[in-house]
């Protein structure tokens, strides 16, 4: 079960099948995060098993890996768990909708997650991935995409697209909104979490 590609699947809005479906194909562990269970099995996923504080789940077959400390949310102590059983690839879905404060905590969780983890959310508009350090992208010409530093940066470097950084300072704005893929390699360099919000179009 340890290591591998883990799909983690929580309990907001899903994207269409077009994107979950070769997600759990292409796994090797599906998790239902807590009510994300039900959201799995109603779907036919064969899902490995069940994290959480279980206050959302109805399921009572899937095994479940009680992880009750009430001081994070589910997808942040099933990151935290996917990084103690070796996962190396993580992706995530069932994080759209719901309410605004659950929505910011996914992008927390992915902010707060083991450094170590390969880890990105799939919503049914966008890719959402983390740069700690340095990131590489190939994306096709026109792609668009957006920079969010979670934490104040004072190097930040972007480079492919139509509006470069250079090592300059980013904190939590706009000013990384809306950028454009030249097309072919796109490099990110950051010295503070870094969130990237990528156009599935």
Known sequence: MAGGQWLLCADGEWPPESVWGPLSEACDVIVGVD???D?????????TMATGDFDSITDTEVERIALPNQNSSDLEKTLQYAFESEAEVV???GVEGGEIDHQLAAFAAL???PSELEISMHMSEH???RCLDDLELVLDAGTKLSLFAFTACANVSISGVEFPLDGEPLAFSTRG??????????????DGALVVVISAH
């Open 35 to 37: 009510g994300g269970t």
């Open 127 to 129: 890719i959402v991935m």
């Open 177 to 190: 909104l809306h950028n454009v893929a030249l097309g072919g390699s796109i490099h990110i360099e950051s």
């Open 111 to 113: 902010v707060e997650a």
């Open 39 to 47: 959201a799995a099995l109603s779907r036919n996923l064969e899902v």
């Open 91 to 93: 992706k995530i879905i």
